[in-house]
C-alpha cells in the first residue's frame, strides 16, 4: 500500500479514537484535506530542489506503533544531557513514558499535548496559539491532522525556569518501519525565561521517519534557548518543522547540531512582530556516508528595528550532502533591520556536495543586511604549520575543523550541553588531542 493511501485510511481510523466535536477536530480535518490535496514534497518544488524524500517513502511504515516497548534508564541515559538536573518529557515510540519523565505544574506548565488538547483548563491557550503560525505547507499539515502527543510548555510571565528541559523522542524497533509525528506548543509570556533540548533518537536499524512540529510563542521581553541535537543513526530520518512568533524585545536562539542519521530536514521559520527583536539562528553540521542535511530557514522582518544572525558551519566527508537555503525577508515598514546571513562549508571528500542558497528579499531602504557563503578546503599553510611543531596531520586537521565549527558553540548558554557537543565533535573526527573533554 502506498504511504499516501495507508495515511487516508489510518486517519479515518484515528478519528474514532479521538473527540470529534472538539474544535481541533477541524482543524485537523482542514489539515488533513491539505494535506491530500499537496501530496508529499517532490523536488519539483522549489523549496525541496536538493532534497528528496523518495527512497525514504517507499518503507511500509507503521503509522501508530501497538507493542509497547519497555526501556530502562540504563538503555538511553547516554542521550540525556545528565550531568545537570533538567525537567524531562520522554516519548517511546510517540507513547508517553512517566517512569522517565519529569513533568511539572508547579507555577508552570511542562506535560503532555495529549493532555492540553482535551483538558479544560488548557482550553484559552490552545485556542490562542495552537496552529496559528505553523505553515499549511504539505508535512505541516500532515503533521497538523494527526495531532495528539508531544510536548505541552506554557511558562507565564516573569517566570524564569531555573532548570533546561528536554524532549527526547525514542523508537525502539517494535515494528518493521516506524513513521512518528510528535506535536509541541511551546508558550513563554512575557518577561519570562525558558532553555529547552530536544532530540530524537533511533534505537534500532530499523527504518525510522519523524515528522515533528514546533511553534514556539515569545511574548513581549522573553527569552527563548533551544538546543536541538540530532545525531541519530544510518536509517532514522527526520523532518522537523519549527515556527517562531516574537513579540516586542525578546530573544530567541535556535542551536541545530546535525552530526548524524539519513535524511535531515530542518525548517527553521522565524517571524517577528514588533520592535527590538533578537532572532538568532546557528547550526553545525558534521556529515559523513551518505548522509544528508538540509538547512531551510527563514527570518521575516515585519517592524522595524530588530536583529537576525544567522551562522551556520559545515564539514562533509565522503558522499554527504549538505543544503542551506536561508531566507530573510525585510517588510517595506521594518526600517533599520539589521540581518546577517554566513553559511561556511569544508569538504573533507571529493565526493561530497554542498548546496547552498542564502536569498535577502529587502522591501525597505534603511537597512543593515548581509549575507555570505564559502565553500572550501582545509588551509594547507595553517596545516603545515602545525605539522611543524610536531602535531600530527590527522589530529591537526581535527582541531582545525574543530575551531572552524567553534564560533556557533560559544554562544551556547547551558556548558553541559556545550561540552557533550564538544565531544560529540572529537568524535566524529575521531580524535581526543587539545579537547577537554
Known amino acids: 500500500m502506498e504511504l499516501t493511501d495507508k495515511l487516508l485510511s489510518s486517519y479515518v481510523a484515528f478519528e474514532n479514537r479521538v473527540d470529534t466535536n472538539s474544535d481541533i477536530h ?55 544531557i545528565h550531568d545537570i538536573d533538567t525537567y524531562k518529557l520522554v516519548f517511546i515510540d510517540g507513547k508517553y513514558s512517566s517512569f522517565l519523565s519529569e513533568s511539572t505544574h508547579d507555577t508552570f506548565d511542562v506535560c503532555l499535548m495529549s493532555a492540553a488538547l482535551t483538558k479544560p483548563k488548557y482550553k484559552a491557550v490552545i485556542e490562542n496559539y495552537f496552529n496559528k503560525i505553523a505553515k499549511k505547507d504539505n508535512l505541516t499539515s500532515l503533521n497538523t ?62 527504518p525510522v521517519l519523524t515528522n ?34 516574537q513579540k516586542s524585545n525578546s530573544i530567541v536562539s535556535v542551536h541545530t547540531f546535525s552530526f548524524g542519521g539519513n535524511i535531515t530536514r530542518n525548517n527553521l521559520n522565524f517571524y517577528q512582530k514588533g ?22 530557514t527563514l527570518v521575516h522582518h515585519i517592524e522595524p528595528n530588530c536583529e537576525s544572525h544567522q551562522d551556520y558551519k559545515g564539514i562533509y566527508n565522503e558522499r554527504s550532502t549538505g543544503v542551506f537555503n536561508g531566507k530573510v525577508v525585510v517588510d517595506k515598514e521594518a526600517q533599520k533591520t539589521n540581518a546577517y546571513q554566513k553559511s561556511n562549508n569544508v569538504l573533507l571528500s571529493d565526493k561530497a556536495t554542498i548546496n547552498a542558497k542564502p536569498q535577502l528579499e529587502i522591501f525597505a531602504d534603511d537597512v543593515k543586511c548581509s549575507h555570505g557563503c564559502t565553500i572550501g578546503q582545509l588551509d594547507d599553510d595553517a596545516l603545515f604549520y602545525m605539522q611543524q611543531r610536531g602535531i600530527p596531520e590527522k589530529e591537526g586537521k581535527a582541531l582545525l575543523m574543530f575551531a572552524f565549527a567553534n564560533t556557533v558553540l560559544e554562544s551556547v548558554k547551558i556548558p553541559e550541553v556545550k561540552q557533550r557537543i564538544a565531544k560529540i565533535i572529537a568524535n566524529k573526527l575521531n580524535v581526543k588531542i587539545g579537547f577537554d573533554l
Open 26 to 80: 477541524e482543524i485537523r480535518s482542514k489539515a488533513f484535506q491539505n494535506f491530500e490535496n499537496l501530496g508529499f514534497p517532490t523536488k519539483k518544488l522549489e523549496a525541496w530542489k536538493y532534497t528528496s524524500l523518495n527512497s525514504v517513502l517507499k518503507q511500509d511504515y507503521s503509522l501508530f506503533p501497538n507493542k509497547e516497548n519497555a526501556i530502562q534508564l540504563a538503555d538511553v541515559q547516554k542521550y540525556f
Open 212 to 245: 515533528a512540529v514546533t511553534e514556539v510563542f515569545a511574548a513581549k521581553d522573553a527569552t527563548v534557548d533551544i538546543y536541538k541535537i540530532q545525531n541519530d543513526n544510518t536509517n532514522a530520518s527526520l523532518v522537523d518543522n519549527s515556527y517562531i512568533e
Open 275 to 296: 520592535e527590538h527583536i533578537d532572532s538568532i539562528l546557528k547550526g553545525i553540521t558534521i556529515l559523513e556516508g551518505k548522509q544528508h542535511v538540509d538547512h531551510h
Open 145 to 206: 491532522a494527526f495531532a495528539n502527543e508531544g510536548a505541552y510548555i506554557y511558562i507565564p510571565r516573569n517566570v524564569e525556569v531555573e532548570k533546561p528541559i528536554q524532549i527526547l523522542n525514542f523508537t525502539t524497533g517494535s515494528e518493521a518501519a516506524t513513521m512518528l509525528q510528535p506535536r509541541n506548543l511551546i508558550v513563554v509570556e512575557q518577561n519570562a525565561h525558558v532553555q529547552i533540548i530536544e532530540r530524537h533518537q533511533s534505537l534500532t536499524s530499523n
